[in-house]
């Protein structure tokens, strides 16, 4: 399991003002604090205006890849800021997102295959999120029929199975992991990530949420997570949920976590 | 999710000073503390020699049943220890347990029938716990043939699937949660419960553990579990698993727990 860190998003008040004033202080201290906890990849999202965020998100790729050498995800549906950004960008990133939605399709796709790099595939068609895992899957087909049709391998394709607030449909973790289930069925060598924290949104103490619903994917064959880095209780519950899965020989990574101070004894 | 509170064991060291003490006042604690934090059933074990077992069985039966109307397991493989200990149950309780093993079914299965109890089954045959998933359910079918023919219906049998410690085997877990799903799509009716902190056994911070294996096994059909039931933390982990499973209608009772005070926002 790889966390792609998510703190640096202009949607995110803070990080809005320190795009607009150019303040580079705090978005190297996000870049580098999640690189450090273990972030595989840093999203950047500058979260701006289309005729502002080709520089802005050129800006957040300067100053991102001035302190650190994880690779970043691209986060934009605009083909103008992508192509600035990819300009730029020195090691091979990963754009998000195209989805089943034509223009994203059109627009995005040519540049993940220009440019050699990953993609994330979110199962959303023209008529939104289906509400389905059938159907959802049937987005997904179509969507890796575009990728391969584009020369992109399975391996760069990161499927976005899509999880909403179990708030507002008591069946959204279902779907989503059901979803999970019939894409590492069907496409044994693609990726799959999730924004994670969208699961609890609007109910309490969503950490523990997080949490749960991350074993039960990983369970389900998730591979990387848009999610905090710095939330030690997620990255024991990776830990816990691989060894449990058979997937930590001699249970070494989580007792070295252990002799680390990860997590209490 | 039902929780049988497993702290009245004799095989701990201070649950034994209390039996061989008839000291009423610490057995009566862990009663009440464990039954007013929700369990659905007390496990007593007097964890004694077999010629001092049915004496101590019935001081924990009387002790207990003088303080609180949660029902009781019985856990003995002991059949004049759970015979004198029948007698005096009040209200109908689980045997803890039959297995695969002949005197096991021959002398416990008879006096489940006869006194109208709950069985839990041990997915344990002649020759030890099996290794693999199928060869569990081998044992299983077996079992639930067993306890067909002596009138006892699907819905009083708690199969127990066994885990075993993953510190020793990476794949305990993995066997364990695979048997629970053969179980639960052969045997609908049947209830499932496991001890739950087998699984961490040798480990550090084996709490984690546990509540990360009770995630995937309530995934995989379990639904009750030999547990601490004053585990805030596992409480926690069960609302978030139902939950998640689409199981806890409009998140009530995960609210609810919250507003309570279960768990810190």
Known sequence: MRIIGEKINGTRKKVAAAIADRD???VTHLATSQAEAGAAWLDLNAGTRPDREPDDLVWLVDTVQAVTDTPLVLDS???AALRSALERVERTPVINS???E????EGILPLAAEYGTGIVALAISETGIPETATARMDV???LISHTRAAGI???DVYVDPLVLTVATNNDSAVISLE????VRAGFPDVHMTVGLSNVSFGLPARAQINRGFLTLAIAAGLDTAIADPLDKGLQTQILVAEMLLGR???CLNYVRASRNGLFPE
């Open 98 to 100: 195209i989805s089943g």
């Open 248 to 250: 930590d020989r001699h």
């Open 153 to 155: 391998k399975d391996e």
């Open 77 to 79: 549906a605009n083909p």
């Open 24 to 26: 580079a202080g705090y």
């Open 140 to 142: 997904v087909r179509d």
């Open 102 to 105: 034509r223009n994203r399709i």
């Open 179 to 182: 979803t999970m289930r019939m």
